[in-house]
């Protein structure tokens, strides 16, 4: 049978991970695709790698655009990564009638909008399980198990590496730059971090999600972005005294008037199953009206699981690529002509419940002033906790937890307890989620 010719660009992690397990179960998987997926041309510009990996058993070239051009190849897998190269040869590739397979997040957040209309007209194929979560098949679930839903809001932790960093500050009572030079040790850390710890990363992830569940464009830029470099030890530990930990989830609600579309800290209280979710691995929770929450959990990095997902996608678009065009699953899960331009509500909108740590002087009437603040501005208490002084301390530090409010409230309420004399440092603000 005639095989599905793939054009390989980029073979570092995920890239060398798609050859071996592509290689590895050929008989497998081309009993699932119904003929051969064979990788038949590989471009990166380091050639020793390549033909290193490949055991010169493949042509190998330092030119990613002589792969996208060549006429034998049906498939391009798109592993080099970034907004730059990456974006023309995907475009180049569409052009030149080709199916498209990437992991690239950033990519598609940023630029998938013009990237699946290109798609659309040209009538090809651009797949991406892998882009999102890693080995986790969420894009699959999404996009096709839960059509019946009216998706309510879907929250994941979506980061390996911040992920691993929070366990290891919770574990070991450790600082985050602590926790941060084991991630680089180990080798989960990116050599320049900043898309893993400010929330970028899962950033992107989320916006595409967003897009997947509500039927509306990628809007990466209306996206609200906090990563965790700037979390403290002692949150996590009153956290913990209060029943929560503390993850960086992608959060996405359905609201009666926007969207909300946001990456930061969050409390989750620790007896929910994806508060539990630790180290490396990733996980994401659905709501769906139908079916209520649904789970999945996994390894959202490294190269054989991302791998898992690059190949997923090589046997959909074997199956699919005779299939026309209007009977294909769409990219975005909703029709093209479906989509609707909703707006990401500005952060001032979001309604979610809150945890204040305030450090103050220990003297009589000062939570009667915090408390007399935040009734002003209709903010309820759910619980508060206050640290006995230290020995010869003459502060403290009372943290509250609110029950949901809208963040505009809580701002103007930061603002004037600031503004007390008996308050000493900024007022530490993170948000919480029930997720039940
Ligand atoms: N590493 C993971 O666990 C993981 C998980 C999910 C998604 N992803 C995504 O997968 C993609 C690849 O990530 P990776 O970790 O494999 O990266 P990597 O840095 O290990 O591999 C990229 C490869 O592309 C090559 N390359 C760079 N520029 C090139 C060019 N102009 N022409 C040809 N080759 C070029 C490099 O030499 C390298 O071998 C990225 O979009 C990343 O976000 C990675
Ligand atoms: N840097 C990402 C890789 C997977 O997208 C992570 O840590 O999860
Ligand atoms: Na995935």
Known sequence: MQPMNVGLLGIGTVGGGTFTVLTRNEAEITRRAGRP???????????????????????????????????????????????????????????????????????????????????????????FEAAVAGGIPIIKAVREGLTANRIEWIAGIINGTTNFILSEMRDKGISFAEALQDAKRLGYAEADPTFDVEGIDAAHKITILSALAFGIPMQFDRAHIEGISQLEADDIRYAEQLGYRIKLLGMTRRRPNGVELRVHPTLIPAKRLIANVEGVMNAVLVQGDAVGATLYYGRGAGAEPTASAVIADLVD????????????????????????????????????????????????????????????????????????????????????????????????????????????????????????
């Open 37 to 127: 997926i064979r990788i038949t041309q590989v471009a990166d510009k380091n050639t020793a790698l390549a033909k290193q990996v490949t055991g010169g058993k493949v042509a190998v070239t330092d030119d990613a655009f002589a792969v996208a051009a060549n006429p034998s190849i049906d498939i391009v897998v798109e592993l080099i990564g970034g907004c730059g190269v990456a974006k023309e040869l995907v475009m180049q590739a569409i052009a030149n009638g080709k199916h498209v397979v990437t992991a690239n997040k950033a990519l598609l957040a940023v630029h998938g909008n013009e990237i699946f209309a290109a798609a659309q007209t040209r009538g090809v194929i651009v797949a």
């Open 317 to 436: 678009v074997t199956r699919m690529h005779t299939a026309d065009p209007e009977h294909r699953v769409p990219h975005l899960a909703f029709q093209p002509s479906a989509v609707q331009d909703t707006l990401v509500l500005p952060l001032s909108e979001v309604e979610t419940s809150y945890y204040l740590r305030l450090r103050v002087e220990d003297k009589p009437g000062v939570l009667a002033d915090i408390t007399r603040i935040l009734a002003d501005q209709t903010i309820s208490i759910d619980a508060m906790i206050q640290r006995e002084p230290n020995e010869g301390e003459s502060h403290t530090d009372i943290i509250i937890l609110t029950h949901v409010t809208v963040e505009k409230n809580i701002d103007a309420a930061i603002v004037k307890i600031e503004a007390l004399p008996v308050v000493k440092k900024k007022v530490i603000r993170l948000r919480m989620e029930a997720l039940g």
